[in-house]
């Protein structure tokens, strides 16, 4: 019986708690951005250059090199597939070879040549 009571006396104060709420929907100005000034003066982002062809090419001395060429006209090489690789890039105009801290690209097909050795894919 005191359990009864005890549940009806819950219910009645949860009830008249409810009750008491404002149930009326809050408007929100969505037209309002603290920020909006400085967006509109920043500088546009540019994006990283993107990879179009990651190849491994094979040369005519057995030496392997990883060679990742982007689409800025520039090559990443290495010597392993996850290590240290270094940036190569075009000379002057855009005409080939690749170049860049001891290596020399000419090619980014199947066949090229890299530091003076025929090399394939």
Do not use: W
């Amino acid at each position: 019986m005191q359990r009864n009571r005890f549940l009806v006396a819950a219910s009645a104060a949860a009830l008249f708690t409810l009750g008491a709420c404002d149930n009326t929907p809050e408007t929100v100005n969505a037209a309002y951005d603290p920020q909006a000034a400085e967006l509109a003066n920043a500088a546009p982002v540019e994006l990283p250059p993107a990879v179009t062809t990651s190849r491994t090419y094979r040369c005519a001395d057995n030496s392997l090199y990883f060679v990742d060429f982007y689409n800025n006209n520039t090559a990443r090489i290495g010597r392993s597939r996850d290590g240290d690789k270094v940036e190569l890039t075009l000379a002057e105009g855009g005409a080939p070879p690749f170049s860049g801290e001891g290596y020399s690209l000419s090619g980014n097909g199947e066949n090229v040549t890299i530091n003076g050795k025929s090399c394939h894919v």
